[in-house]
């Protein structure tokens, strides 16, 4: 099933997030965040790191909830995934938070060399071309990096 952005009401605590890279909502009198409305559960908006943890053009690992998950930041935009390569299901890093090719303008899984997209997780090359990373829905503020697990994340 692919993912379908979604904006929601939310409490007040979270009036202060950017906008969201996936739907471009801006907060303002009403109070909204995006999420992926994959699940017909209830989403659990999580803080993951300080900004500076996610530093431009590098990569770092992330466990959340039983999770693993990746965040790098290009062109100062975050974007985290599912440390999951969609080949064979397993983790993406070369060691602890090396996610990125040489050229650290590709993600790419160590087991079989995938090349992913930064910005989509899409697989430009190797062999699972044409799937993608699992993204998660994520949002940066004053206070650091806030990401959106739905619960089919947790339940696969
Ligand atoms: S497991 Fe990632 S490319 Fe094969």
Same mark, same amino acid.
């Given at each position: *099933? /692919?993912?379908?952005?979604?904006?929601?009401?939310?409490?007040?605590?979270? /009036? =202060?997030?950017?906008?969201?890279?996936?739907?471009? /909502? =801006? %907060?303002?009198?009403?109070?909204?965040? &995006?999420?992926?409305?994959?699940?017909? =559960?209830?989403?659990?908006?999580?803080?993951? &790191?300080?900004?500076?943890?996610?530093?431009?053009?590098?990569?770092?690992?992330?466990?959340?909830?039983? +999770?693993?998950? *990746? !965040?790098?930041?290009?062109?100062?935009?975050?974007? #985290?995934?599912?440390?999951?390569? %969609?080949?064979?299901? #397993?983790?993406?890093?070369?060691?602890?938070?090396?996610?990125?090719?040489?050229?650290?303008? +590709?993600?790419? &899984?160590?087991?079989?060399? !995938?090349?992913? +997209?930064?910005?989509?997780?899409? &697989? #430009?090359?190797? %062999?699972?071309?044409?799937?993608? +990373?699992? !993204?998660?829905?994520?949002?940066?503020? !004053?206070?650091? #990096?806030?990401?959106?697990? %739905?619960?089919?994340?947790?339940?696969?």
């Amino acid at each position: *099933m /692919s993912a379908v952005p979604l904006v929601r009401r939310v409490d007040s605590r979270f /009036s =202060k997030l950017a906008h969201c890279r996936c739907c471009r /909502s =801006k %907060p303002g009198n009403l109070i909204i965040i &995006c999420i992926y409305a994959s699940s017909a =559960k209830e989403p659990t908006l999580k803080y993951l &790191c300080n900004s500076d943890r996610v530093k431009e053009g590098k990569s770092v690992g992330f466990e959340v909830e039983g +999770l693993a998950l *990746m !965040a790098i930041r290009r062109a100062g935009q975050i974007y #985290v995934y599912r440390n999951r390569c %969609p080949h064979r299901g #397993v983790a993406l890093e070369w060691q602890p938070d090396q996610f990125l090719d040489s050229s650290a303008s +590709l993600i790419q &899984c160590a087991t079989h060399g !995938a090349l992913f +997209l930064i910005e989509s997780g899409e &697989c #430009v090359a190797g %062999p699972c071309e044409g799937q993608a +990373l699992g !993204a998660i829905a994520c949002a940066e503020d !004053a206070d650091g #990096v806030w990401i959106n697990l %739905p619960e089919q994340a947790r339940d696969d």
